[in-house]
Nanobody, 124 residues
Framework: QVQLVESGGDSVQAGGSLRLSCAAS????????MGWFRQAPGKERERVAH????????SYSDSVKGRFTISQDNAKNTLYLQMNSLKPEDTAMYYC?????????????????WGQGTQVTVSS
């Protein structure tokens, strides 16, 4: 059973930084896509970034490109999201998610496993 537990969410001022962590358990092997998603009140869930657990290749949404960095420590089974130059529009619940990379492409496939989320609030 895959379990994902996010942490690191907080309230910060615009221009600040946060690092989110996602502790994963139950992953068998390296062939997973790992992603960060976010959802603001009244808005659809948005894919923020994803990384291939096996190759380390990454991709970002245009809204965060150049400001956010996704990374992983496979030895610790932990996924990270470094968020810099935060803006009020980054305010959302952030979710960690995973899916077997055999299911489809990391950027388009439907993710199977989800964490409970961690709240990020950015004030102006």
């Amino acid at each position: 059973q895959v379990q994902l537990v996010e942490s690191g969410g907080d309230s910060v001022q615009a221009g600040g930084s946060l690092r989110l962590s996602c502790a994963a358990s139950g992953l068998t092997g390296l062939y997973y896509c790992m992603g960060w998603f976010r959802q603001a009140p009244g808005k659809e869930r948005e894919r923020v970034a994803h990384i291939s657990r096996s190759s380390g290749s990454t991709s970002y949404s245009d809204s965060v490109k150049g400001r956010f960095t996704i990374s992983q420590d496979n030895a610790k089974n932990t996924l990270y999201l470094q968020m810099n130059s935060l803006k009020p529009e980054d305010t959302a619940m952030y979710y960690c998610a995973a899916v077997s990379s055999f299911v489809g492409l990391c950027g388009t496939t439907r993710y199977t496993y989800w964490g409970q989320g961690t709240q990020v609030t950015v004030s102006s």
